[in-house]
């Protein structure tokens, strides 16, 4: 959530940003007066319970024949201050579910607008053609027997697939030089659990606009994460954390999207799916730093895109395609041959310090106190990358060419020929 400080001394400030992502300013007024009636609750709360400090050590010093009146009024005292706690426990609830409502504040820098509001910050390579008659990744899939999407239907619905002798292997490929390029860079790797408790979704802000696209279980009340972001800012929950050097972890996990919304788009192949597989990079930084290791987090992704020779470019996302939590968000997009548009690949996000609010991760300044730390996301490779490797280094014969990167994790393959 927000900083409630910020909430009370520039209320302007979260307005404009909410007007920035499209929704409504009305939420910030709502908020400012729950919180008024919360502290205006706990103020009551406090001032009752002084005066039934104070009557207590009154009784203490009564005479005998006092004391009997006084504990009465005791009695009352009590009952006074037991629903003026209970006044306050409402009062805290109900400006959480209005502060909840509210976005995370929309760096200075971010395009106003919508989803096409974007602003390109660079290209990489170019837009690639070919003087054949280009496949796409359906049709070259499955004549490489890569994956095997009716099966896929028939087993778990639409949007389910299997990956198949060189799918699977090449999706095993890209996982595992992401996570060799990650160690490389310092993180440090988790298998993250893939069912989390409602506080650890919510406290990532994956429940709220985004509650839609979360498997639910009701019989546990646990969801399935659709990233290992989720898991990975729910690692240091209701922890003070040394901040001396960031902490950077690389989450590998199966993700589950419901693509609840989506109906009737990227319903052909594997882009827009229910499972797939992705490492997921994560950062704890001091809030100052965080700007910094967005940067980082971007260049990270962009070598890996590199190293699998991939057509691409890096976009500023629009305050309204941001997700709630973050404060900015640049999208890397694959050109796709087959659809001549680009296509996101992968994402980082800066959420400042929203999340960790939610989810009390702190770390202590060098004035002794603790604040919240900033936490930031990003992909490092995850199976949607197969489509824009297959289309782009496609050849004319239906055999596609490996990225001599990602030839080691293959073996030593540098073509993938069409089945026999």
Not at 90 to 97: G, I, Q, V
Not at 163 to 190: K, Y
Not at 285 to 303: G, M, W
Request: glycine share 8%.
């Amino acid at each position: 959530m927000i900083d409630p400080q910020l909430l009370r001394d520039q209320p302007d400030l979260v307005k404009a940003s909410q007007e920035r992502r499209g929704d409504p300013v009305s939420y910030v007024d709502e908020a400012l007066a729950a919180e008024a009636a919360r502290r205006a609750a706990i103020t009551e709360y406090e001032g009752l319970r002084a005066e039934q400090n104070a009557h207590a050590k009154l009784v203490g010093r009564a005479a005998k024949e006092e004391r009997p009146a006084l504990i009465e009024q005791g009695k009352a005292l009590a009952g006074g201050v037991k629903d003026a706690q209970a006044r306050v426990t409402d009062a805290e609830a109900a400006f959480d579910a209005s502060v909840s409502r509210l976005g995370n504040l929309v760096h200075p820098d971010v395009p106003a607008g919508g989803e096409e509001n974007f602003v390109t910050l660079s290209t990489h390579g170019e837009q690639r053609a070919f003087d054949f008659e280009a496949r796409d990744h359906v049709e070259l899939g499955e004549s490489l027997r890569a994956f095997d999407l009716q099966r896929g239907a028939k087993v778990s619905g639409t949007r389910f697939y299997y990956l198949t002798g060189i799918g699977m292997r090449l999706e095993l490929a890209l996982m595992t030089m992401g996570l060799d390029q990650v160690l490389a860079d310092g993180f440090t790797p988790l298998v993250t659990p893939t069912l989390v408790r409602p506080e650890i979704m919510q406290g990532t802000g994956f429940l709220g606009e985004h509650a839609a696209e979360v498997y639910h279980l009701p019989a546990d009340d646990l969801y399935l994460t659709g990233t290992s972001e989720v898991a990975l800012a729910g690692f240091h929950a209701d922890e003070i954390v040394d901040l001396e050097q960031p902490l950077r972890y690389a989450g590998w996990s199966t993700c589950y999207r419901r693509e609840a919304g989506s109906a009737g788009r990227d319903t052909r192949g594997i882009l827009r799916v229910h499972q797939f597989n992705k490492l997921e990079m994560f950062s704890y930084v001091k809030p100052e730093e965080a700007e910094a290791e967005h940067d980082r987090l971007r260049a990270l992704q962009e070598r890996m895109l590199q190293a699998c020779e991939l057509d691409y470019r890096v976009i500023d996302v629009a305050a309204g395609d941001l997700g709630s939590s973050a404060a900015r968000k640049f999208d890397i997009e694959a050109w796709i041959p087959s659809q001549q548009q680009y296509r996101e690949l992968t994402s980082t996000s800066n959420c400042t310090t929203f999340q960790s609010r939610r989810l009390g991760t702190r770390y202590r300044t060098e004035s002794g106190r603790t604040a919240p730390v900033a936490t930031l996301n990003g992909t490092a490779a995850t199976t949607r990358w197969i489509v824009a490797l297959l289309e782009t280094h496609q050849q004319a014969d239906g055999s596609v060419r490996v990225p001599a990167a990602l030839q080691p994790y293959l073996g030593g393959l540098e073509l993938i020929e069409p089945a026999a």
